[in-house]
């Protein structure tokens, strides 16, 4: 085939690896298959200055080979989805910033953020989030949406673009045509959106609507099947002409760069499959295909898509577009500008960075109904659910890094409290429920933190046994577990259970604020 061809399609595909430099597998897929961009996790990270020389090694490799810079994208979006946590200034949750009430703090923020990933070496942020989160019973957006109604999500939505545009880096909105009201997540299975087109009209797409007409560089796909737009209940959004051209491109007028969302998630992977998912989702008008982990599944499917092509399946015109679409992409400044970027980031977590990260973490925390603060006198039980399974949203129980755990534990000790601790998972097994009942019990005050306990029924059985008028309650992700114990003698939300979220809470239970 021809060499040319070749090279065009490898542009069409970022890619991910498993290494803290630039192994064998990345190697081999930016020579031999020329792909155009690699998307980093924390497995990629353990220091910004280990995470800068890898962007650069990555860039050196791959301009022995192209004169196109490689995209080298990041899901940085905030709160519990920062890829990189230490040594930057930590941003919040986008609900956060909506609680916090201060557009103008989400643009700086934004930016002070973007600009640090600039400064390592990403030029390609896959965020903000621009779903509506219009439905409580959601487990992937949730708190990382900006809000429950469009216009919120657009006021806020459009901060964080111009935030991200403004340090010259690719803004990525996500994820097309809405993820918000769902109540399953595509990384394990199908999702579904049911309502009728003049409904998503006025919500889902309007933030993605306003996107489009603000520049946003690029739009990630949901794997979510829209039956409105597409009549084949199989079909999810990714794979979609109907959706990805009809909707996106002919009535919504977009003409920039759409990314699909990884096609190893279930919904593809475990539905038409990798490469057949390649093939479908650059038919329907993706001009970048993600596939974020196993290199077998990213050789087979860049086989796959030039086997289609060389067979007449999919037309060369198609992906001569997307290839001019993603040559577009690349015109961004910390694309075209890598060489100049020094190799050691110069700056990083700035005074005034971190002193508007804990104002606006500050302003943000929700206090719900009465509240006492935690009497020092008395002996305190923290019950803190805690994820300790990899997940693509939640990865810090297995990064590489020696993170702090998402517990208040060192915290409320610093602030002179006598506590004792019994962490359980997430999943708040039937075991370890009856032990943190049994841990807790004759306690004169109990804090439990819990992580998405509306969805959960081992946290929510938890809560019900426990004598509410020596509880406080902590929302440690979704602000709606408060409504489980409106009977607690305190009830807070922080967005987020990471040091910098858990630290005004904090205060206000130990009377500091």
Request: hydrophobic share 45%.
């Given at each position: 085939?021809?060499?040319?061809?070749?090279?065009?399609?490898?542009?069409?595909?970022?890619?991910?690896?498993?290494?803290l430099?630039?192994n064998d597998?990345i190697?081999?897929?930016i020579?031999?298959?020329?792909?155009?961009?690699?998307?980093?996790?924390?497995?990629?990270?353990?220091?910004?200055?280990?995470?800068?020389?890898?962007?650069?090694e990555?860039?050196?490799?791959?301009?022995?080979?192209?004169?196109?810079?490689l995209l080298?994208?990041?899901?940085?979006?905030?709160?519990m989805?920062?890829?990189?946590?230490q040594?930057?200034?930590?941003?919040?949750?986008?609900m956060?910033?909506q609680?916090?009430?201060?557009?103008?703090?989400?643009?700086?923020?934004?930016?002070?953020?973007?600009?640090e990933?600039?400064?390592?070496g990403?030029?390609?942020?896959?965020?903000?989030?621009?779903?509506?989160?219009?439905?409580?019973?959601?487990p992937v957006?949730?708190?990382?949406?900006?809000?429950?109604?469009?216009?919120?999500?657009?006021?806020?939505g459009?901060?964080?673009?111009?935030?991200?545009?403004?340090?010259?880096?690719a803004?990525?909105?996500?994820h097309?045509?809405?993820?918000?009201?769902?109540?399953?997540?595509?990384?394990?299975s199908?999702?579904?959106?049911?309502?009728?087109?003049?409904?998503?009209?006025?919500?889902?797409?309007?933030?993605?609507?306003?996107?489009?007409?603000?520049?946003?560089?690029?739009?990630?796909?949901?794997?979510?099947?829209?039956?409105?737009?597409?009549?084949?209940?199989?079909?999810p959004?990714?794979?979609?002409?109907?959706?990805?051209?009809?909707?996106?491109?002919?009535?919504?007028?977009?003409?920039?760069?759409?990314?699909?969302?990884?096609?190893?998630?279930?919904a593809?992977?475990?539905?038409?499959?990798i490469?057949?998912?390649?093939?479908?989702?650059?038919?329907?008008?993706?001009?970048?295909?993600?596939?974020?982990?196993?290199?077998?599944q990213?050789?087979?499917?860049?086989?796959?898509?030039?086997?289609?092509?060389?067979?007449?399946?999919?037309?060369?015109?198609?992906?001569?577009?997307?290839?001019?679409?993603?040559?577009?992409?690349?015109k961004?400044?910390?694309?075209?500008?890598w060489?100049?970027?020094?190799?050691?980031?110069?700056?990083?977590?700035?005074?005034?960075?971190?002193?508007?990260?804990?104002?606006?973490?500050a302003?943000?925390?929700?206090?719900?109904?009465d509240?006492?603060?935690?009497?020092?006198?008395?002996?305190?039980?923290?019950?803190?659910?805690?994820?300790?399974?990899?997940?693509?949203?939640?990865?810090?129980?297995l990064?590489?890094?020696?993170?702090?755990r998402?517990?208040?534990?060192?915290?409320?000790q610093?602030?002179?409290?006598?506590?004792?601790?019994?962490?359980?998972s997430?999943?708040?097994?039937?075991?370890?429920?009856?032990?943190?009942?049994?841990?807790?019990?004759?306690?004169?005050?109990i804090?439990?933190?819990?992580?998405?306990?509306?969805?959960?029924?081992g946290q929510?059985?938890?809560?019900?046994?426990?004598p509410?008028?020596?509880?406080w309650?902590?929302?440690?992700?979704?602000?709606?577990?408060?409504?489980?114990?409106?009977g607690a003698?305190?009830?807070?939300?922080?967005?987020?259970?990471?040091?910098a979220?858990?630290?005004?809470?904090?205060?206000?239970?130990?009377?500091?604020?």
């Amino acid at each position: 085939m021809e060499q040319g061809l070749r090279e065009k399609v490898g542009q069409l595909f970022m890619v991910g690896f498993d290494a803290l430099e630039a192994n064998d597998s990345i190697k081999r897929l930016i020579r031999e298959k020329k792909v155009g961009g690699v998307i980093l996790f924390r497995r990629n990270v353990h220091t910004p200055e280990q995470l800068s020389a890898l962007c650069r090694e990555l860039q050196d490799i791959n301009a022995e080979v192209s004169d196109e810079p490689l995209l080298i994208a990041l899901d940085q979006e905030g709160g519990m989805v920062m890829r990189i946590e230490q040594g930057v200034t930590p941003i919040p949750a986008a609900m956060a910033f909506q609680e916090a009430g201060s557009v103008q703090d989400c643009e700086q923020l934004t930016h002070i953020g973007a600009d640090e990933m600039r400064q390592i070496g990403i030029n390609m942020l896959l965020a903000p989030v621009l779903d509506v989160n219009n439905n409580r019973l959601n487990p992937v957006i949730g708190v990382r949406s900006y809000g429950e109604e469009p216009a919120t999500v657009i006021e806020y939505g459009m901060a964080a673009v111009r935030g991200v545009k403004s340090a010259g880096i690719a803004a990525t909105a996500k994820h097309f045509p809405g993820h918000g009201d769902t109540a399953s997540d595509t990384h394990h299975s199908t999702a579904l959106v049911p309502h009728d087109k003049e409904r998503l009209h006025a919500v889902e797409l309007a933030p993605f609507r306003e996107a489009i007409a603000q520049g946003v560089d690029a739009i990630m796909t949901a794997h979510v099947v829209f039956p409105a737009f597409e009549a084949d209940t199989s079909v999810p959004a990714t794979l979609s002409k109907a959706v990805l051209t009809g909707l996106l491109r002919d009535e919504m007028g977009y003409q920039g760069t759409v990314i699909s969302d990884c096609l190893e998630m279930a919904a593809i992977s475990e539905g038409v499959g990798i490469p057949q998912g390649a093939i479908s989702t650059l038919l329907a008008g993706t001009d970048i295909v993600l596939i974020s982990h196993r290199e077998a599944q990213q050789h087979a499917a860049i086989d796959a898509v030039l086997e289609a092509v060389e067979q007449g399946r999919i037309p060369l015109a198609r992906i001569d577009e997307a290839a001019r679409r993603v040559h577009e992409l690349k015109k961004v400044k910390a694309v075209q500008q890598w060489r100049e970027r020094p190799v050691k980031p110069q700056g990083l977590m700035q005074p005034e960075a971190m002193a508007l990260a804990r104002k606006v973490q500050a302003d943000a925390l929700r206090v719900q109904g009465d509240f006492r603060p935690l009497d020092p006198a008395q002996p305190v039980v923290l019950l803190t659910i805690e994820v300790r399974c990899r997940s693509e949203i939640d990865e810090v129980a297995l990064a590489r890094n020696k993170e702090p755990r998402s517990s208040m534990l060192p915290a409320l000790q610093e602030a002179g409290l006598n506590v004792r601790e019994y962490a359980l998972s997430a999943e708040a097994k039937e075991e370890e429920v009856a032990e943190a009942i049994a841990f807790a019990k004759g306690a004169p005050q109990i804090v439990v933190q819990t992580y998405n306990a509306m969805l959960v029924d081992g946290q929510q059985k938890l809560l019900a046994a426990l004598p509410h008028d020596k509880l406080w309650l902590v929302a440690g992700r979704m602000p709606y577990d408060l409504d489980l114990a409106p009977g607690a003698a305190g009830r807070l939300a922080a967005y987020g259970c990471r040091p910098a979220a858990l630290v005004p809470v904090v205060a206000k239970l130990a009377g500091q604020a």
